[in-house]
């Protein structure tokens, strides 16, 4: 089939190049000239595993093309995905004007049928937007050209995005005309064959869908950390209590984790959009505003760990600092925990030394060039001459390191570790003081 995608971003670049990878004919369009001849080059603006591989191979094969003219992307292909940003408005929710001038494009060229695909993460309503924007567009042009608009949003996980591409657990389709079923059979047979992945239901509740995913599972992250906040407020150990309650199939292991905090792209912006609908329509919704509250708090607690040990001030401090991408296998730094950190320490006059397998050049583009901020070529560099160590990511690598190395390139012995890597009693014994998150029962605090 014939598909053009408008947005070459996280979402639309995986879902153009599994979409051709398994044969279809896939346009790119992107108003990002610059972006368009990098990927042209082989060059891919994100991390994400298995992806440079498949863009290349499908580019080079035909199957995958990149441009930024909006015209020839509209008459290129029958099936249109809107796969644009939907960034947070300053009242925190979504801004549709990217999603909407895609809207207004596509009408503006097309002179046959076409089904325009929302892959954006949108709020409940925005088909209703992207219809009366190509209706008043069309009317202006003086023709009547029937397109159809489905809600289909994305459920990948960054840093294993492709994967989930290719081998979707859902398909959810949101559709208002049963006629479009068939097109997006076949757009989506490969995915299909194992058995039928495709969930149908209508417009309105496909987008609510989406949002109400990622609250659930940022709700299973904050209620952790309230949880991780009681037990060490009682004297338990937040990991034991994590493997007695994932034994239940009924609650499962799965977002379960403790830690400093959650971030990026997807469940910060798509609580806060939701609790905006919320708020729209005289719903007060409680539940997300404590997410919300909760994830927020979380993410002082590292700088709350740090002042309780080293006091106030911290001037003529350095800190080690492994993990700046909000997450393992990605270098996205969107609401990354990293960075309330690093400019809590900042504020109180610390130095950093960080390391990150892949987010280096990301944390160089947010903060430039800074005389309290060094980037260090590995996790044992950045150990060097530090007063304490500070774990933000759990990037594998740092799940075993040597820590008689660690002992000695520390200036004390000092880890405070965000994502909980570490056994508390084993690092008690080598003589480390071990700051975690929940862990109250075993943690040495002097």
Request: hydrophobic letters at 40%; glycine letters at 8%; charged letters at 25%.
């Amino acid at each position: 089939m014939k598909v053009t995608v408008f947005g070459i971003g996280y979402v639309g670049l995986v879902q153009a190049a599994v979409l051709a990878d398994v044969g279809h004919d896939v346009m790119c369009i992107d108003v990002d000239a610059k972006k368009v001849e990098n990927l042209k080059k082989g060059e891919i603006p994100i991390f994400e595993p298995g992806l440079a591989p498949l863009v290349k191979k499908n580019y080079e094969e035909g199957r995958l093309q990149f441009s930024t003219n909006a015209e020839e992307g509209v008459n290129h292909g029958e099936m249109h995905y809107i796969a644009v940003g939907t960034p947070p408005d300053e009242d925190g929710s979504a801004d549709l004007k990217y999603v909407t001038a895609v809207a207004r494009t596509i009408a503006q060229y097309m002179d046959s049928h076409k089904v325009v695909i929302d892959k954006s993460t949108v709020p409940v309503g925005t088909a209703d937007k992207v219809r009366a924007v190509m209706e008043e567009t069309l009317k202006s042009r003086g023709l009547e050209i029937n397109f159809d608009v489905v809600s289909n949003p994305e459920f990948l996980k960054e840093g294993a995005a492709v994967a989930d591409c290719m081998r979707p657990e859902r398909i959810v389709i949101g559709m208002d005309n049963e006629e479009v079923v068939d097109l997006l059979r076949e757009l989506y047979e490969p995915f299909n064959r194992n058995h039928d992945r495709m969930i149908l239901m209508d417009i309105r509740s496909a987008e609510l869908t989406k949002y109400a995913a990622n609250c659930m599972l940022a709700t299973k992250i904050s209620f952790m950390n309230e949880i991780a906040n009681l037990a060490e407020r009682l004297g338990a150990d937040v990991e034991k209590v994590r493997m007695g309650i994932g034994s239940d199939s009924r609650i499962g292991y799965s977002f379960i984790y403790p830690g400093c905090g959650y971030g990026g792209s997807c469940f910060p912006k798509d609580v806060q959009a939701l609790i905006r609908t919320a708020e729209q329509i005289g719903y007060t919704p409680r539940i997300l505003q404590a997410v919300e509250e909760v994830n927020y708090a979380q993410k002082q607690k590292l700088p709350e760990f740090v002042i309780r040990h080293f006091g106030e001030d911290l001037k003529g401090k350095t800190f080690a600092l492994w993990g700046l991408s909000f997450k393992p296998n990605t270098d996205d730094m969107r609401e990354a925990s990293s960075r309330v950190l690093i400019e809590a320490l900042w504020e109180r006059g610390a130095e950093v030394q960080a390391y990150d397998p892949e987010a280096m050049d990301e944390t160089q583009r947010i903060y430039g060039h800074r005389g309290d901020l060094r980037l260090m070529g590995t996790k044992e560099a950045a150990l060097q001459g530090a007063d304490a160590l500070i774990v933000c990511t759990e990037w594998q690598s740092f799940k075993a390191p040597d820590f008689d190395l660690m002992k000695k390139s520390l200036k004390q012995p000092v880890i405070f570790d965000g994502r909980n890597l570490y056994d508390p009693e084993r690092l008690n014994k080598r003589g480390f003081v071990y700051y975690a998150i929940g862990r109250g029962a075993s943690i040495n605090i002097v």
